[in-house]
């Protein structure tokens, strides 16, 4: 039996079908893809341990002919080399061949779904936001989770879909009508196949102590099993919109600028990837925000009336996640109260983060740092520290700043130095002024390339002025 196929459908299909196989499994069947014909159409399969995913194609079948099994591998090989827009697919008692190239067949078979009982399953009627909501909620979900595992899943009940990790989350609300709750292990394989604005169904039913799902999108089927603990109780940490007190918000066009920002930001584990927010009362009309490691950044913004001097600080991928979700205004009550993003999609809360450690352990020293006796003369520190400002036009400046004398030794006679501290202290100053030469350093090369950059700019600009002066001496016949 023949069948010609679109490739191109097919070939979409791949990447979807290829997330559950398990290529160094020791079950030979966890690397293949099963193959199945009934009332014109095709099913294809794979399937691991926990999940199984179908992808259905409409063929012309002249008669139904039982599931085979090839190796995946070469059966995405062999769709990917293809030459040709269409595929002939052939069954040949019970060999697989893709345009006469027979494929390694794999004895045996993926168990068969699970008939959805009549009476006891709950179908919930999925609208087209489905995918949408599921990709927006995916990052939040907490995928090494070994003690709470219910945290790396999806919350799916009649206030909507819902993800979170303990320490952010997301709620988007759908039009369900459904009478329970169920939490689904994280979509990877359904991510994959992009069924975006397509609707479907999802049916859950109890089978012994386990609760399982088939959740359909399109031509996409995905079945396995819901996690057996209860979902937290996430409405009992929304604050009431009544009771938050601090609130600003910027314009939509301005996330797109904000997110460019947060990708520039390095990552610094030690300081949690803080971005402190706030305002400045030298631009009392910007939001400001400062990484850990020095990057600035402002936008225009709108502050209530409440706003003062507060500032909080949250992580950059907690921020990122917000603004991912289109969110133009925060809501808080204080630096450590819950974060609330609105005015995108759903709502998104997140906790914030103690002050950075310099900052802190800056405010420390200042606390406890001894007063200066009669015979000492105080003098203004400047710390040696590259700060790095991205204003809202993108563009960004860098500053060293030289070394100071941070105190005026006093006239008693000075102790004689242990030479290993003296060592030390020689050490320290080695690298301070190599890191002042390597900050330098940075800014000429950057200079250098800025320079470079405008060369060759008005070199274009030479070779366009001059093809244009010939155009127009040709065509005036001088």
């Not at 919109?241 to 918000?249: D, F, N, Q």
């Not at 930001?265 to 990484?291: T, Y």
Request: hydrophobic letters at 35%; proline letters at 6%; glycine letters at 6%.
């Amino acid at each position: 039996m023949e069948i010609v196929l679109n490739k191109t459908e097919l070939a979409g299909a791949l990447p979807a079908l290829g997330k559950l196989v398990s290529r160094t499994s020791l079950i030979r069947a966890y690397q293949a893809i099963q193959i199945e014909g009934k009332t014109n159409t095709l099913y294809f399969r794979t399937h691991n341990d926990t999940e199984e995913i179908e992808f259905r194609l409409p063929a012309d079948l002249e008669n139904d002919f039982p599931a085979a099994m090839v190796e995946f591998e070469q059966f995405r090989l062999a769709v990917r080399n293809s030459k040709k827009k269409t595929i002939v697919l052939e069954f040949d008692k019970g060999d697989v061949l893709i345009d006469g190239i027979k494929l390694y067949p794999i004895a045996g078979r993926f168990p068969e779904p699970d008939v959805i009982p009549d009476r006891d399953a709950c179908v919930t009627e999925l609208p087209a936001d489905t995918l949408s909501a599921m990709s927006l909620l995916a990052p939040l979900t907490d995928k090494g989770a070994d003690v709470r595992k219910v945290l790396g899943g999806i919350n799916i009940s009649r206030d909507g879909f819902t993800a979170t990790n303990g320490k952010e989350l997301s709620n988007v609300p759908l039009p369900l009508e459904t009478t329970g709750s169920v939490t689904i292990p994280f979509p990877l394989a359904l991510l994959a196949t992009k069924a975006f604005g397509e609707s479907g169904k999802l049916s859950t039913w109890q089978k012994e102590e386990d609760t399982h799902f088939e959740l359909i999108l399109g031509r996409w089927t995905w079945r396995a099993k819901a996690f057996k603990e209860n979902y937290p109780n996430w409405k009992l940490i929304v604050p009431e919109r009544k009771v938050t007190t601090h609130c600003v918000s910027f314009q939509p066009d301005r996330v797109e600028r904000l997110l460019r920002y947060l990708k520039s930001v390095p990552d610094d584990p030690q300081n949690n990837n803080g971005i402190k927010m706030s305002r400045l009362s030298e631009i009392p009309d910007n939001l400001h925000l400062e990484s850990s490691n020095g990057m600035l950044f402002s936008v225009l913004a709108v502050f209530d009336e409440n706003w003062g001097d507060l500032s909080f600080t949250i992580r950059k991928e907690f921020l990122a996640h917000l603004l991912n979700a289109g969110h133009t205004r925060i809501e808080l009550n204080d630096a450590y109260g819950p974060i609330v993003g609105v005015g995108g999609t759903g709502q998104y809360i997140a906790m914030p983060i103690r002050p950075m450690k310099t900052q802190t352990a800056a405010s420390e020293q200042k606390e406890t740092a001894p007063e200066p006796q009669a015979n000492q003369i105080e003098n203004p520190t400047t710390p040696n520290k590259e700060s790095t400002t991205m204003i809202d036009t993108n563009t960004i400046t860098h500053t060293v700043s030289a070394s100071m004398q941070t105190f005026t030794p006093n006239n008693e006679p000075a102790k004689e130095l242990n030479p290993l501290d003296e060592l030390a202290a020689n050490i320290e100053a080695m690298k301070s002024k190599l890191k002042i030469m390597f900050d330098e350093s940075a800014a000429m090369s950057r200079k250098v390339r800025e320079v470079a950059l405008a060369q060759r700019q008005k070199e274009r600009e030479y070779v366009q002025t001059k093809r244009t002066i010939e155009r127009i001496r040709t065509a005036s016949g001088f």
